[in-house]
């Protein structure tokens, strides 16, 4: 294969290192890093680069081009999705045979995709948080105009978030980026997500993976309410009289705490003056975690932000320091209280889980014992505790497993 016929659209130079003249189906054992995969229509391999791992999939040149494009504009409008590297086009076996491009992703740590979720114990409500977490995503996708196409759980892969679950894009060979959506546009996205879950979701019952009680077609329904709910208070026109102007606050907190900020209002009053109206014009997610980083440089979920928050809070009034800045005591917490119980964790353990995941099942666990001691347990007992009991029989959900493991199963077709 001529060498100047392969064209590396990424930055990094050891990517002349991997073996693009051969299929990806046959890349070989130590080149790989065998996580948790989705099903895929197309070959994907988890891949060991320049320290990191990142997940290549074979797919035409066209279409690989027209995904990095679409993943990029994602990340400028600051939506969950995987982060696109590059791709590699040009591809050709040592006898001149063409194969199809690469397109390359990062992989994102502590992921993990719907079917390796349900095959791990949880609890029974997990059906019901994994779509919260998509109609979450499926709705910061259309306020953003990008029209996904072909919405479901093996198109999205899911983070730990205190308790519940976050929603990444992860593929976005259908969809397409406008300035806004039309209603159909939403409404086909939606009805396409509710049979493509309701389908997952029989699948996984026909594998013994969810319980055979478990309403998939009810499951899919209510990925259609909680979209519709959170749709309207994000977009509805909301009406009172100028004397309720108090509501226009209780507007916007409201939407804070469903972890939105509204950067602007569209505000009308009726032509007698007696009635306003007023709709949210600007709205964008992550309010929580964006206060948490401010205060405290941490960058987490916007479920484990609101619960680190609480604790914070919580420790400003235990400690009487209610009149003390707020910026001080967020230092104080994270110093004498976040960082000592997240640092307990031993090294070979820290792979199992985010740090803020760990804190958030600290302050779960101390809720346990204090319940059952009848005292409030002080946390250092508490991390103590939660290591020896709960952390170790933990799964290891960053670590790269066992190169020597068998090969993911191919999932291309």
Request: charged residues 25%; contains cysteine.
């Amino acid at each position: 294969m001529p060498a100047q016929s392969l064209q590396i659209t990424a930055a990094d130079p050891a990517l002349l290192d991997l073996p693009w003249h051969t299929r990806l189906a046959s890349w070989p054992d130590d080149l790989l890093a065998a996580l948790p995969q989705g099903i895929s229509r197309h070959t994907v391999r988890f891949v060991r680069l320049s320290g990191r791992v990142i997940a290549v999939k074979e797919i035409t040149e066209p279409l690989a081009y027209r995904e990095y494009d679409l993943l990029r504009q994602l990340a400028r409008l600051d939506v969950p999705a995987v982060t696109a590297l590059g791709v590699i086009s040009g591809r050709a076996t040592d006898d001149g045979e063409p194969l199809e491009a690469a397109l390359l992703t990062e992989h994102l740590s502590f992921s993990l995709p719907y079917r390796a979720v349900f095959s791990r114990a949880l609890r029974p409500d997990t059906a019901t948080r994994l779509i919260d977490a998509l109609a979450v995503l499926l709705v910061r996708l259309h306020l953003a105009g990008f029209y996904w196409g072909d919405v479901s759980l093996s198109n999205t892969l899911f983070r730990r978030d205190a308790g519940g679950f976050s929603a990444y894009l992860v593929d976005a060979e259908t969809g397409e980026a406008h300035d806004t959506l039309s209603d159909g546009q939403r409404c086909y996205d939606l009805d396409v997500a509710r049979v493509n879950i309701i389908g997952e979701l029989m699948d996984l019952q026909a594998g013994e993976l969810l319980d055979a009680e478990e309403d998939a077609v009810g499951v899919g329904d209510a990925l259609v309410q909680r979209y519709g709910d959170l749709w309207a208070a994000l977009t509805e026109v909301e009406s009172f009289s100028l004397a309720e102007r108090w509501r226009v606050q209780a507007r916007i907190d409201r939407l804070n705490d469903l972890g939105f900020d509204v950067d602007e209002l569209t505000i009308n009053t009726e032509p007698d003056g007696t009635t306003v109206h007023i709709a949210p014009k600007v709205v964008d997610a992550g309010h929580h975690s964006r206060r948490l980083m401010r205060l405290t440089g941490l960058d987490v979920q916007e479920n484990q932000a609101r619960r680190l928050l609480n604790d914070l809070d919580e420790w400003r009034a235990a400690t009487g320091r209610h009149h003390d800045d707020e910026s001080f005591v967020a230092h104080d917490w994270l110093t004498d209280v976040f960082e000592p119980a997240v640092r307990a964790v031993p090294r070979e353990l820290r792979g199992k889980l985010e740090a803020a995941e760990v804190y958030h099942e600290l302050l779960e666990h101390r809720w346990f014992m204090s319940q059952a001691q009848h005292r409030d347990v002080p946390l250092p007992e508490v991390t103590a505790d939660y290591l020896t009991t709960i952390l170790p029989a933990r799964p290891d959900e960053h670590a790269v497993l066992n190169p020597t493991q068998p090969r993911p199963p191919d999932r291309s077709r």
